[in-house]
């Protein structure tokens, strides 16, 4: 071993360590990311057809019913439209990400009868 060259494998095992945690924070932040998505997904699809089946039955209001059930899913209702029979919905929900902030994550989503414009 040459002189110059001692502590290079100390430099280099950290050097891979920092790049291995890097990936690991990029796939953790990635992960939240899509869970959020997905869940938000889903909760607006089930506000939709929540919303819609209130409409439909006369059960009560379509928004009103629309809000409920986003509290019920921790998303908030942000857009509720009825237009004759069909029902479209926008939630949100917030990612907390630390230091890093709070985005947020949408979807929107339309229930009604098959055939609805």
Known sequence: ???GERGSGTLLAIGVV???????VVGMLW????????R?????DLVALSA?????????DACETAERI???HAVGLTGCR???EVVSVVVEVELGLGV???PRVTADARAGPLGGD
Request: hydrophobic fraction near 60%; glycine fraction near 12%.
């Open 31 to 38: 992960a939240a990311v899509l869970v959020a998505h997905h």
């Open 18 to 24: 920092l790049g291995v945690l890097s990936v690991a």
């Open 1 to 3: 071993m040459l002189r």
């Open 40 to 44: 938000v997904d889903a909760a607006a």
């Open 100 to 102: 890093l902030g709070a």
């Open 82 to 84: 009825v237009e004759r």
């Open 52 to 60: 819609a089946h209130a409409l439909q039955s006369g059960e009560g």
């Open 70 to 72: 986003a509290g019920v």
